[in-house]
Each structure stands twice: as C-alpha cells, then as structure tokens.
Nanobody
Framework: QIQLVQDGGGSVQAGGSLTLSCVAS????????MGWFRQVPGKGREGVAA????????EYADSAKGRFTISLNSAKNILSLQMNNLKPEDTAFYYC?????????????????WGQGTQVTVSS
C-alpha cells in the first residue's frame, strides 16, 4: 500500500505561480513513476507531468512545457509541481499519483495510487 497526501494549491491571478506537493508513504520501493494530473468537471483526468523515481527522467504534457516543473525529493519522498505563468485554462482539480515503471507515464489509467486532490483556480 502507498499513501499520497497532497498540499498546496489555491487561487492566483493569471501569470502567477503556485507549488503543489505530495508526500508519499508506505511501500515506497515499489514506486517507479510519480505524476501530476488534473481534472475539470465534465472531462477526463489528464496527465500534466511525470517523473521517474530512479533515472533522472521526466515528461510533460504540451500544455505544461516551459511553465511547470516536476521534481522529486527522494530522501523525503516528496513530489512537487512548480507552476509558473499560470493561465485560466490551468484551473482544475490537481492530483498526484504513483505507479510502477512502464507504459505511458501521462496515462492516468496506469496509476495505482492517488492523492486526495487539491483545487487550483487561476483568474484572468
């Protein structure tokens, strides 16, 4: 079992920044990839960014490239997402998640464990 507890989020004006964090506990050694996802009402959950717990690799959705940075503090088991230059279209409920290695890192269906989610609202 893995537990993921999120912190951060909130409201910000367009162009502002927010940082999300996610603390993992439990069977940490089984985690191969951790990711951030977001969802708006009426739409499916979409991948934003993901990072390997082993090799220094990460992936970003096109919408996040150049603005968001995913990072992992392996010593403290803390996953973070630094979001800069936020846009109103970034408004969503954000989740962290974990999975084993393999497959499409930005596909939510491949993730086994999820954080509780946090709202991010960007006003114009």
């Amino acid at each position: 079992q893995i537990q993921l507890v999120q912190d951060g989020g909130g409201s910000v004006q367009a162009g502002g920044s927010l940082t999300l964090s996610c603390v993992a506990s439990g069977y940490i050694s089984s985690i191969g990839v951790m990711g951030w996802f977001r969802q708006v009402p009426g739409k499916g959950r979409e991948g934003v960014a993901a990072i390997s717990t082993g090799v220094a690799e990460s992936e970003y959705a096109d919408s996040a490239k150049g603005r968001f940075t995913i990072s992992l503090n392996s010593a403290k088991n803390i996953l973070s997402l630094q979001m800069n230059n936020l846009k109103p279209e970034d408004t969503a409920f954000y989740y962290c998640a974990s999975r084993r290695y393999g497959g499409n890192w930005l596909a939510p269906s491949a993730y086994n464990y999820w954080g509780q989610g946090t709202q991010v609202t960007v006003s114009s």
